[in-house]
């Protein structure tokens, strides 16, 4: 027999009595976790802060998830009152989640808003996310406090508008996109590509057609870079697609089956049909500037193309700098477009796969379709319609930062992050310049930041002076961020309502072009939710809410007479405690009574109802009472030819007896015999 002899193992030296040291992936991943919660926590912090303050905020909203949190019919079709009469003028998905939460948690200002602002935050997660996912953890958390520090996203994510769900699942389809990028294998890409399309088709749920307006980036994005051969990434998109068109068209299928007359007429429509919804007011209207619902785009000079503040100022490429939605997003615009361009040249020789270009791709491709369009549409269009562009910018900072970190040692990687501190120190200049009174020194402080940190970066490269780069970043970002930060916690700070809520500061915006005033001053035009009808005279509305008030949830104007028309309608005993004209009118008062109110003529002089059906309600004994309003319809009325709220009112007022009620025309519709 032979013996086989194996060399003796090495021995391991004896252990020492101090503690080993942690590993670096071990630290790095503990540090990379306390600095995201600290960011989501300060990001939850800033969004839920005070967040009651703002009472209802946009009434016309909340009224329909009030309605939806106490009726599943007006949940699922997005009804204004309980007794469906009429819905929204958008699709329910953004109103199922609040009216959900009602539901669930009684309704109040808070079960409204606290799923908004939890919406910001998982923004800023997925955000975080996806730029981790093809960059660093350190890119991420840039990217991810770029979109908590927009103005735009901190007025928002404390709104009850639709605007918060839309941004949280774009954002969301962006994530899986990347997903689908950094996947090999074809039939979990394809996965990642259909979530993607679902998360989409709940956008056009929350917004319509403004939810797809990133589907050109998303796709082309993958088309470019997916890991997939072609074929099979052609075919994904097919998956895609159809993804897309089976999660958002379930709903307009229900609502075209439906029955019309069980459901409630479809607010800013002009046939009780979602798809002139969605081609009309909510579509090419937007676009072109007939909105339907009897309003002409070019009328009266309200369009966006020619309007104030209220519609986002005049058409063109300056658009998102000018004073109305400047300060809401364009802080790091300029930085971000510059890291797109200098991102994209320093990637010019990658790989087709190369998944920092492909970022590029989605986060610009959405930013550039969606800015663009923003910029020239000749419907209406509102500054805070600016918050579907934060994610992109974010993304697009989040990245190129790090595409030009990682070349630092060129000279290309240089001037474009010295370009991109520059770009945000300088147009913060011009900003916060444009409300001077506020802060005044801020903005040389961080003209100053961005100018040392600039120059840091270009002679720190090499050598010795290597530490001086880093440096130059820290101080250039902070300083390049400060501007939209302050101006966030300034939005944060200050309780918002109406239908037009602005950002900034009291004074950040003004129709003249140099001002800038955020606060509640949301009655100043037709908006989503329109300006209220009575809005002449504050004490009409038991919810009527302006600059410096804070009315919360159920308050009034605080005088007897609000109290008295609040008991009658609580006291009515009908269908609909009473009935008046335009959904916002409609809308306070309901949520002032809790109960179900007859919106005439909705949300844009929509032909629903008819004298003759109005008629019928009142001999059916369905009206209790009719509250005059003192413009005769709504605000579109007049833009539309002859309304049938200007017909109901003569009717009522040629055979009923009025009664004043504080400011209020009450008639008293009950005991009609015809």
Known sequence: MTAVLHPA????????????????????????????????AATAVLYLWNLTASGYANTFYAAAAQAGSQNWKAWFFGSLDTSNFITVDKPPAS????????????????????????MGVGSVALVYAAVKRVAT??????????????????????????????????????????????????????????????ALGFAFLTKMLQGLMVLPAFGAAYLIAGQVRLWTRLFHLVIGAASVVISAGWWVLAVWLWPADSRPYIGGSTNNSVMDLVLGYNGLGRLFGNTGGGMSGGSSGIAGGSAGSSFGGSAGLDRLFGSEMGIQISWLI?????????GLLARGRAPRTDLLRASFILWGGWFLATGLIFSYMSGTIHP?????????????????????????????????????????????????????????????ILLAGTVVGAILVLVGAKGRFRKLAV????????????????????????????????????????????GGGGGMGGDQGQGDGEALPNSDDASRNPMASGPGT?????????????????AMLVNAGTTWSAATNGSQSAATYELASDTAVMAIGGWSSDPAPTLDQFIEYVADGEVHYYIASGQGGSPRASQGGESTSSAIQEWVEANFSSTTVGNSTIYDLSGYVG
């Open 95 to 118: 109103l199922w989640v609040m009216g959900l939460s009602g539901r669930i948690f009684g309704f109040s200002s808070a079960s409204l808003l606290v799923p908004q602002a939890l």
């Open 550 to 566: 804070t009315s919360g949830p159920g308050t009034s104007s605080g005088s007897e007479s609000t109290s008295e028309l609040t």
């Open 471 to 514: 440096a130059g970043l820290i101080i250039g970002s902070l300083a390049g961020i400060t501007g939209s930060a302050s101006y966030t916690i300034a939005t944060a700070a200050t309780a918002h309502g109406g239908s037009i809520p602005t950002a900034g500061p009291t004074g950040g915006v003004s129709d003249s072009g140099m």
């Open 9 to 40: 193992p090495p021995q391991r030296p004896a252990p020492t009595a101090h503690r080993a040291e942690p590993s670096p992936s071990w630290f790095r991943t503990r540090r990379t976790g306390l600095a995201l919660t600290i960011l989501l």
């Open 137 to 198: 953890p350190a890119a991420g958390l840039v990217a991810g406090a770029v979109l908590a520090a927009t103005p735009a996203a901190a007025l928002m994510f404390k709104f009850d508008n639709p605007d918060a769900l839309l941004v949280l699942l774009m954002t969301l389809a962006g994530y899986f996109v990347i997903r689908a990028m950094c996947t090999a294998v074809g039939r979990r890409a394809a996965v990642w590509v259909a979530l993607a399309g679902v």
């Open 334 to 342: 300029p930085a971000a477009l510059i890291a797109l361009v200098f």
């Open 384 to 444: 805070y319609y600016t918050v579907a562009l934060a994610p992109a910018v974010a993304g697009m900072i989040g990245v190129g930062g790090y595409a030009l970190w990682l070349v630092r040692a060129r000279w290309i990687g240089r001037c474009g992050l010295a370009a991109m501190m520059l770009a945000a120190g300088i147009w913060s200049w011009v900003l916060l310049h444009r409300n001077a009174e506020w802060l005044p020194m801020l903005k040389w």
